[in-house]
Nanobody, 124 residues
Framework: QVQLVESGGGLVQAGGSLRLACAAS????????MGWFRQAPGKEREFVAT????????YYADSVKERFTISRDNAKNTVYLQMNSLKPEDTAVYYC?????????????????WGQGTQVTVSS
């Protein structure tokens, strides 16, 4: 069983930056692909970014490409999401997710473990 705990959310002005972190329990973290998803009020949860198990491959939603960067430190069992040039439309609860597959994935259905989420609010 893997537990995921997100941190780093908060309130930021448009144009600002935040760095989210997701700490994972267990010794198999380095074999999992990881992803970040977000859910705004009244909307479905959507894909943001994903990274494969060794960190060598990433993929982003078009809406965050070139603004957000996903990375991981397998020695620390942690995955990060660096968010720059934030916009009000980035406001959402951000979730970290882990997939037992080592390959990056964009579909929610391919993820086996989820964190509790962290709120990101971007003011205009």
């Amino acid at each position: 069983q893997v537990q995921l705990v997100e941190s780093g959310g908060g309130l930021v002005q448009a144009g600002g930056s935040l760095r989210l972190a997701c700490a994972a329990s267990g010794r198999t973290f380095s074999s999992y692909a990881m992803g970040w998803f977000r859910q705004a009020p009244g909307k479905e949860r959507e894909f943001v970014a994903t990274i494969n198990s060794n960190g060598g491959s990433t993929y982003y939603a078009d809406s965050v490409k070139e603004r957000f960067t996903i990375s991981r430190d397998n020695a620390k069992n942690t995955v990060y999401l660096q968010m720059n040039s934030l916009k009000p439309e980035d406001t959402a609860v951000y979730y970290c997710a882990g997939s037992r597959s080592s390959y990056r994935a964009t579909s929610l259905r391919l993820y086996d473990y989820w964190g509790q989420g962290t709120q990101v609010t971007v003011s205009s």
